[in-house]
């Protein structure tokens, strides 16, 4: 089997977070008492681990360099294409207006509000279905939560 | 015999109507999530957690358990129809189910999948019945120290089980202990990393977080590569399998069951790992292995039974031991904590209807599964073919609302966001998101035993190998690692797990 040597972004990519946040993790530990191994201070536990997480995020790093065989690299591309933002940004935004809707508005807006926001970040929007399925969405959250569940939830502005 | 009386008790506590109808709620649920493809168990349960704080206790894990092994069914459904699996576990049944609905039998498919799903349920439910008293038993001698290197244990599992790189695993893994050590330590009252955040003070909540990094990050997922379906059910066929299909099909179901029934009692293991287990014996041991992928019905027969068997056996742990040996299980550990239930070896012996009703339930369950299944099939037929761009908002919202619930929390929403795009970050990284939420749960318990058990042994650390049954949890957990790095098993597992 032939070898090809090439480097693996998500290897590479996924090392360094991982060196990141251990590193993160065990420095804001430093800040905790650490106490003996016999009696452990709360900064005890979370600073080896972090320190692991980091020795961790190298070794996955170092992986990047390892060679793949013709079959790893049929399988799925090492490389890392760069992100669609627009589903990641419109289904953050849908669920953040979930969260600031829901208090000040009320659960049928704030879930015609998810609908209509997360919607978006399908390539061809087609209004009036999301329309339709806001209203049915809408309705029916609130006869099943609010009044068949009874969850304490404000329902309308009023 | 005193195994049958208590059964019997819990199927009195189980066949009460409204038990039997969460039940039957529970399990169609579950079929449905099954069956479609894009929202798994992991994320149904975290968003009905809330809604079973107004349900008495049993009720509410009947129906939890209920949408865990009914999604082992509906998996399939969707695998040998649409050739998608709607659960990771059905991954391999795509190979020969899709191939026999090709030829027009997707019928016997869905057929054999059901009664060998059926089968391996009973076997699995009278196998917990028999081994939760002495192993109950046994936990009730473990200490600190054992509890601690059962979890080591459990961890490693997890682990190794995982498909995909072992040390992005294990970092994912410690990454989870690591989040779930968020908010106040329990021996000093430091509140950490929680930087005066109020909502931070006892630690992300477990829906916030499996509701991120399963729900939302997988919508964002499949959003960005675009799913297509495409539902291939001209004609299903009859949906009872012939003689001779029972008659390939009877020995696959037996060594599925078996097969699944012990990889689901090991931490971590269940159902994914069993079907690939059983689906490599079945073409191994196949008189003519070029049938399969062909429409094989062995092919068919065997990993459906061992992810149900799996299924259901990784209850085990969790109610003899308190240990949540996969996800779903850790999901059902906070239902359990929702209702004041502190999931061990005492819930056997202090709420014996509550443990025995469940797994009574298991079985009923599985019954109506079968009933549901084989008549239903033309419905989920329909289901299937529900676009995704009506789906995924129906599910956002059900997430907010679920997170919300809770705590009545809009900062939660927002930290779910949050884990959202960092599940989102994981799946572009290769990175499996379940040792995580595994480490999450299992962080503070861990940091407490060995703590605990360092105190009592005046800080030796010899005490973890010097006590017998701590010392043997950890050989076990080290041989799994020793297996694990041989050259040969590692081949091995890499060609299992390449289908994902």
Known sequence: MSVRRRLDHRDGAAGAAFFVFGIAFAVVALNYPLGTTMRMGPGYFPVVLGLILACLGVVVGLGAFRRHSVAEQAAGSTSLSIPKLRPALLISASVLVFAVAIESVGLALATFGVVAVSSLANSNVRWRSVTASGLVLASASVVIFAYGLRLPFRVTPF | MELFSQL????????????????????????????????????????????????????????????????????????????LPGE????????????????????????????????????????????????????????????FSLMVLGLVAAVVLANGSLTKAVAMTVLGLLLGLIGTDVNSGTERYSFGIPELSDGFGFVVVSMGLFGIAEIIHNLEKGVERNVFATSVGGIWPTRADFKAAWKPV???????????????????????????????????????????????????????????????????????????????????????????????????????????????????????????????????????????????????????????????????????????????????????????????????????????????????????????????????????????????????????
């Open chain 2, 8 to 83: 019997g008790h819990g199927f009195e506590a189980a066949l009460t109507l409204s038990n039997l109808g969460y039940c039957l709620l529970g399990v169609t649920l579950g079929t449905l999530v099954g069956v479609l493809p894009g929202l798994g168990p992991v994320a149904t349960i975290a968003m009905l957690l809330p809604a079973t704080y107004g349900q008495p206790p049993l009720s509410a894990l009947i129906m939890l358990a209920g949408i865990y092994y009914g999604a082992q069914y509906g998996g399939s459904t969707s695998a040998i129809l649409v050739n």
């Open chain 2, 88 to 147: 990771s576990s059905s991954v391999v049944t795509c190979l020969d189910g899709h191939a026999m609905a090709r030829k027009g039998r997707a019928g016997a498919a869905l057929g054999i999948a059901a009664l060998g799903s059926f089968f391996a349920g009973t076997v699995a439910t009278l196998l917990i019945a028999a081994l939760a008293e002495p192993l109950s038993n046994l936990a009730l001698k473990f200490g600190p120290a054992e509890y």
């Open chain 2, 254 to 500: 037996l060594r599925g069951t078996f097969l699944g029934s012990l990889l689901g009692v090991l931490p971590g293991g269940g159902a994914i790992l069993s079907s690939f287990a059983a689906y490599t014996i079945e073409k191994k041991l196949a008189k003519d292995p070029s049938r399969f992928g062909q429409g094989a019905i062995e092919g068919v027969a065997a990993p459906e039974s061992a992810n149900n068997a799996g299924a259901q056996t990784s209850f085990i742990p969790l109610l003899t031991l308190g240990i949540p040996p996969n996800a779903v299980m850790a999901l059902m550990v906070g239902a359990m904590m929702i209702h004041g239930i502190v999931p061990g070896p005492q819930v056997m012996t202090e709420k014996p209807e509550l443990f025995w009703g469940l797994i009574a339930s298991m079985w009923i369950g599985n019954l109506l599964l079968v009933l549901l299944n084989m008549p239903l099939i033309g419905i989920w037929i329909r289901l299937l073919r529900v676009p995704y761009h009506v789906l995924y908002p129906a599910i956002l919202v059900f997430c907010c609302i679920g997170i919300y619930s809770v705590n009545q929390s809009t900062i939660e929403v927002a930290f779910a966001v949050g884990f959202g795009l960092l599940g989102w970050m994981f799946i572009k990284l290769h990175c499996e998101p379940a040792p995580l939420l595994l480490g999450f749960v299992l962080g503070p318990l861990m940091e407490e035993n060995l703590r605990r058990a360092l105190l009592l042994a005046h800080g030796n650390p010899t005490v973890f190998v010097t006590r017998g049954l701590s010392l043997a949890l950890l050989l076990i957990a080290l041989a799994l690692i020793v297996i694990l790095v041989l050259p040969s098993v590692r081949k091995t597992r890499e060609v299992a797990f390449h289908e994902d």
